[in-house]
């Protein structure tokens, strides 16, 4: 199944929250100040967030005055550009060797999203070492193990209760020693009122840069859909510890809540980078800011 059909599928729950709203928007008879009210409506309640919404509005409206569009029909192909633009952005292809530092709050699908790009890695031909630096929460590293084995690929582990850094330090030495493409790292689940736990996020962040200096190396934070807006308070708590390159949205196809792909987007400025559409070992898949537009219209 291709990406568009499997984040049309994935997207049902929130095309169809969205697509009934904007239809009877643009269902008015002309472009005056009541429809651009409804669409501002419509657009929060889709879970877009006031800002962003406010933003695309005002955008139509503007848009709509510079192309002289008299009709309802030809704002709805303006605003999917500009919501299109809101979350399109230009993403540096990878360079190996890569280090994904992947970390989170509890809950999210941490581990099964790094299972999953692992196996999206090993499909491209890389060769994979995953570090199970999750030490703190109990049978964490045997999950991730189980990861491993269905995604064929090496995994790095301590017992639990040890330092987390220690395992990732142990996992990049035997990347380096065996050339390794790819190296993926799970974090313990931590909220920002657990300061030990994002020190430690810290303490990993600085033993990455320190032992592959010259590697790709991004961060990635784990945001679970179904919780909108509450996903844009986690990503800004984790940009605080460490600066966030991008963000796997997981639980996609559970939710009507898609609209939360705008705000983090569109206000945080951190770009989509992966989302989650199923169960499946390959229902991780590439996000891409065209496909999910058209399959949200």
Sequence with gaps: MGFFQKIKEGLQKTRDSI??????????KKLDEDFYQELEAALISADI?????????????????RHKVKEPAGARELLKEIMKAEIDYELEEYSYP??????????????????????????????????AADTFR??????????????DVRIVKHSEGSDPAAVV???????KAKGTDVVLIDTAGR?????????????????????????????????????????????????EAIDIDGIILTKLDGTAKGGVVFTIAGEKEIP??????????????????????????
């Design 19 to 28: 697509s009934k709203k904007l239809f009877e928007v643009f269902s008015a």
């Design 191 to 239: 909220l920002h009122n657990k300061k030990n736990l994002m020190e430690e996020l810290k303490k990993i962040n600085r033993v990455v840069l320190r032992e592959m200096p010259d590697a790709d190396y991004r961060k990635f934070i784990v945001l679970d859909a179904t919780t909108g807006q509450n996903a844009v308070a986690q990503a800004d708590v984790f940009s």
């Design 169 to 175: 330090f142990d996992a990049i030495s035997s990347a």
């Design 272 to 297: 989509v980078v992966y989302v989650g559409v199923g169960e499946k070992i390959d229902d991780l898949i590439p996000f891409s800011p065209s496909e999910f537009i058209a399959a949200l219209f």
């Design 138 to 151: 109990a049978a964490a590293s045997e999950q991730l193990e189980i990861w491993a084995e269905r995604a």
């Design 98 to 131: 890569l280090v994904l530092l992947v970390s989170g709050v509890n809950g999210v699908g941490k581990t099964t999203a790094i299972g999953k790009l692992a196996k999206l890695f090993k499909t491209q031909g890389k060769s994979v070492t995953v570090a």
């Design 49 to 65: 967030g006031t800002v962003t919404a406010e933003r695309v509005t005002e955008e139509l409206r503007e848009a709509v005055f």
